[in-house]
């Protein structure tokens, strides 16, 4: 079905093992690190493997779901994890070997043991110091159903779409993101129980402001490059324009002061009321001059993808040509002919390694990729 093999990407997940994960037992799928289609009926397990792609790079992946959502439900194979992903990537002339996965941990306490389940991330067999290490070996960019609702719904989904682009092009990101939540939670923490220490609050204030400042510049900097990109665009696709609304806070003193000033009211609501949290991503359809939200479900697909095709191509352009990882979840399915062509040119123009899923192979006619057949838990190459 598809319109030949493309050239190898230089970024490319060439491995992929799954052990007890969501609907595999065990499984293993090999590519020539060109563009995949993964095809099969609904309920196969395709978007399964979308999801432990996701976790070879910082956060919770495609569905943002606990950890423990993972581990299969049926009969285990023998496994040191609950459940596990291993993974060979190609980055340029360089392979490496990525293993995550969730085991069980015990620790000792006064009174008797306890067990938790703790994530591991190993890169080249070697323990990494945590899952943002692999921010500097995979970038990627997904779209799923779920998201064709992005632009409707609430802020907290578009700014955590934003900061999956921002990641791509500063990976310290996640670590500024993760002093600014931990600072914030202990905050919060201590204007309910207290003791509210003025000192205390100080010193938190002062790490969310310095963080903050971090989060801020870099969702600013990441939404010009895009609408330098963006702006750029034409063809099958509409080119959008992005801002950022909420309070802007152009230095830390901005945000310390405002943080300090609302301590009474953070404790009376429970919640923190100013800072980079509460930041929301705004997009307009510039040639019909209108929000987003007030387009179409159909130019809102459309939107996303002018948006992440822009933001692979701006990444490529700073990396190399190393375009990013797309995962791209039942994609066709929603695009006329023309723009399902226009998407698998420039996929193929990218020379991106693109993870595509679908029921009906007929909607990948003309893309270059490598198909699998998706059933039961189990993969096998079209064709083999």
């Not at 994960?21 to 590519?31: C, I, K, M, P, Q």
């Not at 990101?173 to 003791?195: D, F, I, Q, V, W």
Request: proline share 3%; glycine share 10%.
């Amino acid at each position: 079905m598809g319109g030949g093999r493309a050239i190898p990407a230089k970024l490319a997940v060439t491995r992929l093992s799954l052990t007890n994960f969501r609907s595999y037992a065990t499984g293993e799928l090999a590519t020539a690190g060109a563009a995949v289609v993964l095809a099969g009926p609904n309920g196969a397990g395709k978007t399964n493997i979308l999801d432990a792609i996701s976790l070879l790079s910082p956060g919770r992946g495609l569905r943002g779901a606990k950890l423990a959502e993972h581990v299969r439900k049926g009969p285990a194979q023998p496994c040191e994890a609950l459940w596990a992903v291993a993974a060979t990537v190609r980055r340029g002339e360089t392979e490496y070997e990525i293993g995550t996965g969730l085991t069980e941990q015990s620790s000792s306490r006064p009174g008797g043991g306890s067990r938790f389940d703790k994530r591991q991330v190993r890169l080249n067999g070697v323990e990494a110091k945590g899952s943002a290490e692999l921010g500097e070996v995979v970038q990627m960019v997904w779209l799923t159903p779920a998201m064709d609702r992005l632009f409707i719904e609430s802020a907290s989904g578009r700014r955590r779409f934003l900061d999956r682009l921002v990641l791509g092009f500063d990976t310290s990101h996640g670590r500024a993101a993760t002093r600014y939540e931990t600072a914030m939670r202990e905050r919060a923490r201590l204007l309910k129980y207290g003791p509210r220490d003025p000192a205390w609050l100080d010193g938190l204030e002062n790490e969310m402001a310095e963080a903050g400042l971090a989060l801020a510049a870099a969702r600013r900097t990441t939404v010009t490059r895009l609408n330098l990109a963006l702006a750029e665009r034409s063809g099958a696709f509409p080119a959008a324009a992005l801002s950022l609304a909420g309070e802007d806070f152009d230095n830390a003193d901005t945000l310390r002061d405002a943080l300090a000033r609302s301590r009474i009211r953070d404790a009376e609501s429970g919640r923190t009321n100013a800072g980079p949290h509460l930041a929301d991503l705004a997009t307009r359809h510039t040639q019909k001059r209108a929000d987003a939200r007030d387009c179409s479900t159909g130019e809102q697909k459309a939107l996303l993808i002018s948006i992440m095709l822009a933001f692979a191509r701006e990444l490529s352009r700073a990396r190399d040509g190393m375009a990013p990882l797309l995962l791209l979840d039942e994609i066709a399915a929603h695009l006329d002919v023309i723009r399902r062509t226009a998407l698998f040119e420039e996929i193929a123009d990218l020379s991106a390694q693109a993870w595509m899923t679908g029921t009906d192979l007929s909607l990948f006619q003309g893309a270059q990729a490598q198909i699998f057949e998706v059933r039961d838990g189990t993969f096998r190459e079209a064709g083999a």
